[in-house]
């Protein structure tokens, strides 16, 4: 079973709504998760911030965030995730940020993804952060990272009603 029919399996069985946040994916999780029968009703919004400025204005993150940690950060992915949760209705977001390649940028190795994860809980706002390196092609590292945040979804969720904060 591919891993967006999971997601979407997890997210109804648990009653989560979903808002992404996506740059270096460019809203490839949105369409993986589209792509269910079913899954509308299990997704609240998906916005899809490339430039500083975008995920300043639509997503609040920090002018001083990027400048002093860089686009491609847990840090800069932690308050997409955060900004795009506070936007909707949603009760998980997905963050991305990376370099697809296929050159380095500012010394961050191509393939280089963060990603952030936000759940509110009865226990409260938990958000996990956590960066991968791809190796592949531009599209087959966007592929790779969609499908990681994917994945990736349930056993944080787990940990967020478990009370841990990241």
């Given at each position: ?8 399996h ?15 994916t ?5 369409t993986?998760?589209s792509e ?9 919004s ?5 430039s ?12 001083d965030?990027?400048a002093t940690?860089?686009?491609?950060s847990?840090?800069?992915a932690?308050?997409?995730a ?9 009760n998980v ?5 990376g370099?697809?390649g296929?050159?380095?940028v ?16 009865g226990?409260?706002l938990s958000?996990?952060?956590r960066?991968h390196?791809?190796i ?5 590292v966007?592929q790779?990272a ?6 990736l979804?349930p056993h944080?969720?787990q940990?967020?009603?478990a009370g841990?904060?990241?």
């Open positions: 079973m591919p891993i967006a029919d999971d997601t979407v997890y997210l109804r069985e648990h009653t989560l709504l979903l808002t992404t946040a996506e740059s270096c460019a809203g490839k999780i949105i993986l998760l269910v029968e079913g899954s509308g009703e299990l997704i609240e998906g916005y899809v911030v490339y500083p400025q975008a995920k300043q204005r639509l997503l609040s993150v920090s002018p965030t990027i940690y860089n686009l491609t847990c840090e800069v932690r308050e997409m955060l900004g795009a949760l506070h936007d909707s209705t949603a977001a997905v963050a991305t940020t370099i697809l296929p050159e380095d500012d010394g961050i190795p191509a393939g280089t993804v963060c990603f952030a994860w936000a759940y509110q809980t226990q409260g958000v996990f952060c960066q390196r791809f592949g092609s531009r599209c087959q966007q790779l969609a499908d990681h945040s994917l994945k979804l944080f969720h940990r967020a009603l841990e904060r990241g």
